[in-house]
């Protein structure tokens, strides 16, 4: 096989044996077994900025049916996008064998769990992605009322009821209202038995960016206000990590100072009583770890809702619940870990809760 006959769902989260390649020798230039090697063993995932990548897990000799696997390296990741491999071909090996490579795994997990694999997994839009990034799509930006339109790139983001949310990714011809990097949201249309994403300019009566169509006049205010407070959210992080200056900071302080937190927790039963009490998950992070927070329930990766708790949270406690873990000596906080993001280190997090105490102080609400 090769990914240029192929597409992105044989490659997509499976082991594959490529035939070796200029790239991906460079790529193995740390790993053992390279002089020797003719093959290499992969584990395809999507990075959300970059598209389709294979995780490079070590080099391999392939004699006809036979095949020597080298040991890895878990000290060094290394990684290819898949346009610098298109041509080159491979096969598919048992995915038992994701045992020898647990640790490199676990790395690479992350890229599986960043709120989007309910959307990679509708095949119903394959004809609409683009080759080397699937999370990205082609839209019809159109005028109201016209079937000619506009084709424009789009970076899916989420899924609501009504809604597929995504990050427009080109600056239109025409005027439609919409920009280069909006948060926009986008209908579904069954066209010929194909599904189709349609995006109509922005009205002056749709304030929130939101498709106003007769078929959706509907929508509660509480839902365009929270899909608003989303889109906003996420073009203050893009500026906050852009530029970290003490502007920004503020910025996105108010949003996270007024808005409910949303925290997973496990429940842990202790001593002879089975007293039940709620413990965080600690995410790692090169050997510092984090207290994971979350801006929105829809951020928070499926696998949560299986063994923990997602309980609200306001800032407040917390900044104060960070302070005071000790089961690890925790680097700080993390916003929005699968998707996009921000992390503030303990002497941030001292300097956020202070701000609080001093607002309560002077009589202004949280």
């Avoid at 970076?155 to 080109?170: K, N």
């Avoid at 039940?276 to 928070?300: C, M, Q």
Wanted: proline share 3%; with cysteine; charged share 35%.
């Amino acid at each position: 096989m090769k990914y240029s006959k192929v597409g992105f769902r044989e490659v997509y989260k499976k082991f594959c044996l490529f035939d070796m390649t200029d790239t991906f020798r460079r790529a193995l230039r740390e790993f053992p077994g390279v002089r020797e090697a003719n093959a290499v063993l992969t584990y395809g995932y999507i990075d959300h900025q970059a598209g389709l990548t294979v995780e490079i897990l070590c080099a391999c000799k392939k004699d006809g049916e036979d095949i020597s696997i080298a040991q890895g390296n878990d000290e060094v990741r290394s990684f290819v996008r898949i346009g610098a491999i298109e041509d080159a071909r491979f096969e598919h090996i048992d995915k038992r064998i994701a045992a020898r490579f647990e640790k490199k795994l676990k790395t690479v997990s992350r890229y599986e769990s960043d709120g989007n694999e309910g959307l990679r997994d509708r095949k119903d839009l394959d004809h609409l992605r683009d080759y080397y990034n699937p999370d990205d799509v082609m839209v019809i930006l159109r005028k109201k009322g016209k079937e000619k339109g506009e084709c424009v790139r789009v970076r899916l983001e989420g899924i609501t009821e009504m809604f597929v949310i995504g990050e427009l990714l080109d600056e239109s011809y025409k005027e439609y209202g919409y920009h280069e990097h909006d948060m926009v949201c986008m209908r579904e249309v069954d066209m010929d038995g194909k599904i189709s994403l349609f995006l109509d300019e922005r009205s002056p009566e749709n304030d929130y960016g939101i498709v106003c169509n007769a078929e959706f006049d509907d929508l509660r205010e509480a839902e365009s206000e929270k899909l608003l407070g989303e889109q906003l959210f996420e073009k203050v992080v893009k500026v906050y990590l852009e530029d970290p200056s003490e502007k920004s900071f503020a910025q996105l302080f108010a949003f996270l100072s007024t808005d409910t937190l949303w925290v997973p927790m496990a429940a842990h039963i202790s001593g002879s009583d089975e007293e039940v009490n709620l413990k965080p998950d600690i995410l790692e992070n090169s050997g510092r770890f984090f207290f994971p927070i979350f801006t929105a329930e829809w951020v928070i990766v499926k696998e949560y809702a299986k063994s923990f708790s997602i309980i609200p949270m306001k800032l407040k406690q917390v900044l104060e619940y960070t302070l005071l873990y000790d089961e690890k000596e925790l680097s700080g906080i993390v916003i929005n870990a699968f998707t996009s993001p921000v992390e503030f280190p303990i002497d941030v997090v001292k300097r956020m809760l202070e701000i609080l105490v001093n607002m309560r102080e002077d009589g202004i609400s949280e």
